[in-house]
């Protein structure tokens, strides 16, 4: 049977499934380790005999666990850490061991059908995931960690995550109505694809959600959709396919917030403030009203924090594979996506008691009054604020995404040579795109309560003789509590191009494969703000056009347009990786593999001494924006009769320049980790169960701040896993999922920790009748408390952190009818 990569549709029938071109028994089920692997190698394996540690989650799997994000269904994935603990969006995910030292996913491609969804996933303010949503389009998800995702996907040395869509080849299709039962959400998702004639087929699906959400805002925070669509055209030897999506959604996305903790830094307890649970309460809130600032052409505007972080994106691809003769497989993908949006979230600089924060603005003896709320005017007692005296500085992250259109082509030649005892398959390629990074930082500054339930409100603060310091809460229309810097605005065009080639040689039971790759490019554009060296960029403003100036209008931060500078430089880097593997027996193999590979850090070095105030050119070279990653793996795997067992050891060496946005800070680092990661299932009858586990010891080996080395990487845990057992009938299906880490430190300086945690989500589904099901799903069912992040290194003298804690418990119910 000829494999073909636009073969991958249909239903997904286990937790470990690919493209329906793998083997099959005579009742049409799935052989046990004839699963076909198509992402991030040269050509279609199935598992056992492949040199890369893949895993996969197919169609059912992902209706099962219903997770609320891609990032939480990423979770699923071994060897993957992933802090969805954001919403929908703004998930930062790294794999073993590999640190966390930016947002998103540094490391790791995102991809939807084979290309990324961005270039780069860490961009700042427009992380990858904020553009992806998997819903009932999605046939699978892939994931190769290590391995050759270095050589066949740039700016991936650490992994590939690929959401693969249905294509409809196989008649089908559902439709599913979900109503949160404790929470406010509505939502309506469907998917349908048949043959149009024989050789010609389609499918088509998306999804439509509002409501409020998990955290209580006040306000309908979720509200938007998605549709995708694909048609596929067969021909002899060979396919077509168009495809497109179209996605505009918005979300609250949950930055840290205040939290008590007590005890010591090694023994913390995590407490909810009286009044604010950081599960399901958020600093966002309906009184917040608008944000107001000036806009990138410096004019006053105004901007809805209800609009959170709200993406929009129209994509448009067409991929296709021909057999040109004598063995030659020609495939081609491209995929054009007009990205844009924004983020707008409260970041909380500093919580203190109310009188401390007042007084932090206007002196001693300062006056608190509301600014908005039903009190608004009033006179506030510091004491009983909020109900529970503190207040919060707020820093408003406001930024503007204008541009993230990106273009990708990737472009492949293969043939298998029959070398009589043995084959040689060769594949080769170019890989070009042009990422669009067009942003404006809008941020400014406010006083707040720390309320729940969607009950926050600004206040105002006068001075002891009277003066009114804010303006409608607003403190300054800049960063001011972080020192004004960041009021920025960049619009830069990255160029990426990358031929890359691979041989593998199969002799008998062993495979040997060998792979490189040339990232080459360059960055053009121009970037100005009101720090590092663009001049001061604060002046008085009448923003309210009122005709005075205020107190906070005297700070407001202008963007110095005319001094904008030149973004104009090159640089490139080498990949590659060396494998093998060996079939002990049909049922068991092993493999090594060593691997180097690089990443381009992009926007995240623009305001970095790394690039030239000047003229916009490299001065220390391709160092100061390229991160390395070297990685060496061994395992083994072994499927038979229903089990399942992989075990992979690693090592990763990562060196990277990094830039820390709050407080602006440079610095060099090297990471060393090791560790084992292990994944297994088991299958009879009815029942089933999933499971990984991977253990990492990491360790900082050069830093600019001396006094972390040989710490362990901020928020890097010993132990990270997950498992799924469920039951599966006719009548219904009952299970459970468990999903957990160990603890971690909060910083590099290895203080102040983040406590270990377990989040257990179950699920249910009857079927009353043919084609219609009946179903509940919890997450987190015992409503626990598992904090992924922490501002402070260290318990400060007040016990107040700022933290961001996973969701509290929800419960959602769905009634859905196939066809």
Not at 411 to 416: A, L
Not at 498 to 518: H, K, M, Q, W
Not at 673 to 701: K, M
Request: negative net charge; proline residues 4%; hydrophobic residues 35%.
């Amino acid at each position: 049977m000829k494999l073909r990569y636009a073969l991958c549709a249909g239903a997904a029938v286990s937790a470990l499934i690919t493209t329906p071109a793998f083997a099959q028994d005579s009742a049409g089920e799935t052989v046990e380790g004839e699963e076909i692997i198509v992402t991030a190698v040269a050509r279609g394996q199935n598992r056992i005999e492949s040199s890369v540690s893949v895993s996969a989650i197919g169609a059912d799997e992902i209706t099962k666990l219903n997770a609320p994000s891609s990032a939480d269904l990423i979770r699923q994935i071994p060897g993957i850490r992933s802090e969805a603990s954001g919403g929908e969006g703004n998930a930062n995910i790294a794999v073993r061991g590999i640190p966390v030292s930016t947002g998103g996913a540094r490391y790791i491609q995102l991809q939807e059908d084979g290309l990324p969804i961005l270039e780069f996933g860490d961009i700042i303010f427009g992380n990858a995931d904020n553009f992806l949503r998997a819903d009932r389009s999605v046939a699978r998800v892939e994931a190769v960690r290590g391995g050759s995702a270095s050589t066949f996907a740039s700016n991936a040395p650490g992994a590939v995550i690929n959401f693969i869509s249905k294509t409809g080849k196989q008649e089908g299709g559902a439709i599913q109505g979900s109503v949160g039962l404790d929470f406010e959400t509505y939502r309506l998702d469907f998917d349908y694809g048949a043959p149009l004639a024989e050789d010609l087929y389609f499918h088509v699906g998306g999804f439509y959600r509002t409501g409020e959400g998990p955290r209580d805002i006040g306000y309908n925070g979720y509200d938007g959709g998605q549709i995708k669509a694909n048609i596929t055209k067969e021909f002899d030897g060979g396919y077509i396919r168009f495809s497109a999506k179209y996605l505009d959604d918005t979300t609250p996305t949950i930055l840290p917030q205040p939290v008590r903790v007590t005890g010591s830094n090694g023994s913390p307890s995590y407490q909810a403030i009286p009044g604010f649970d950081p599960r399901t309460d958020s600093l966002y809130s309906p009184f917040l009203g608008q944000a107001v600032t000036l806009d990138g052409s410096n004019n006053p505007a105004t901007f809805d924090f209800r609009d959170g972080l709200s993406v929009q994106s129209f994509a448009f691809g067409i991929e296709s594979e021909i057999d040109v003769g004598g063995g030659w497989t020609l495939t081609n993908r491209f995929r054009f996506a007009d990205n844009s949006g924004g983020f707008l979230s409260p970041f909380p600089a500093g919580a203190d008691s109310a009188q401390a924060v007042a007084n932090s603005v206007g002196g001693a003896g300062s006056t608190i009054l509301f600014a908005t709320g039903p009190n608004a005017g009033q006179v506030a007692n510091p004491a009983t604020i909020g109900g529970n005296g503190l207040l919060t500085n707020v820093v408003v992250f406001n930024t503007r995404l204008n541009s993230l259109d990106n273009v990708t082509n990737d472009f492949r030649v293969n043939k298998e040579f029959d070398l009589g005892g043995g084959s040689l398959n060769f594949t080769s390629g170019f890989y070009l795109s042009r990422q669009t990074i067009d942003t404006d930082w809008l941020w400014t500054s406010h006083v707040q309560t720390v309320q729940g339930d969607g009950q926050a409100v600004l206040v105002d603060i006068r001075n002891a003789g009277g003066q009114l310091l804010t303006q409608n809460g607003a403190v300054a229309f800049s960063a001011s509590f972080f020192g004004n810097c960041c009021r920025r605005s960049y619009d830069v065009d990255y160029s990426t191009y990358a031929p890359f080639a691979s041989l593998s040689f199969e002799v008998g039971r062993l495979t040997l494969d060998a792979s490189i790759r040339y990232d080459f490019g360059d960055a053009s554009g121009t970037i100005t703000g009101s720090d590092t060296g663009f001049g001061t960029g604060i002046a008085s403003f009448d923003i309210n056009g009122d005709g005075t100036i205020s107190t906070a209008e005297t700070q407001t931060a202008v963007l110095p347009l005319g001094n904008a500078r030149p973004v104009n430089y090159s640089f490139d880097y080498f990949s590659y990786s060396l494998g093998a593997n060996y079939l002990v027996t049909d049922d068991l193999g092993v493999f090594a593999r060593y691997s180097r590979g690089g990443r381009h850090t992009a926007d995240r070095s623009l305001f970095s001494p790394a690039v030239s105030t000047t003229d916009g050119s490299l001065p220390g070279g391709d160092a100061g924006v390229i991160a390395t990653v070297n990685q060496l793996e061994v395992g083994a795997k072994y499927q038979s009769g229903g089990i399942g067992f992989y075990a992979t050891g690693f090592f990763a060496k990562t060196e990277e320049t990094n830039v820390e946005l709050a407080p602006l800070e440079l610095f060099d680092s090297t990471f060393e980790a090791f560790g084992i990661e292990l994944e297994g299932s088991y299958r009879t009858g009815p029942f089933s169960l999933t499971a990984g586990v991977t253990w990492t010891d990491a360790e900082i080996q050069d830093a600019l701040d001396a006094s972390t080395i040989g710490n362990t990487p901020r928020r890097q845990a010993d132990f990270v896993y997950q498992a799924t057992a469920q039951y599966e009938s006719d009548l219904f299906t009952l299970g459970a999922n468990v999903v957990g880490t160990t603890d971690s430190f909060t910083q590099d300086s290895n203080q102040l920790t983040l406590p270990a945690y377990t989040q257990v989500n179950a699920f249910v589904a009857f079927r009353p009748i043919d084609r219609i099901e009946v179903g509940l799903n919890a997450q987190n069912l015992f409503n626990t408390e598992g904090f992924t992040e922490a501002e402070e290194g260290s318990i400060p003298a007040n016990g107040l952190v700022r933290a961001r804690s996973i969701a509290g418990r929800t419960v959602l119910a769905t009634v859905r009818f196939d066809f």
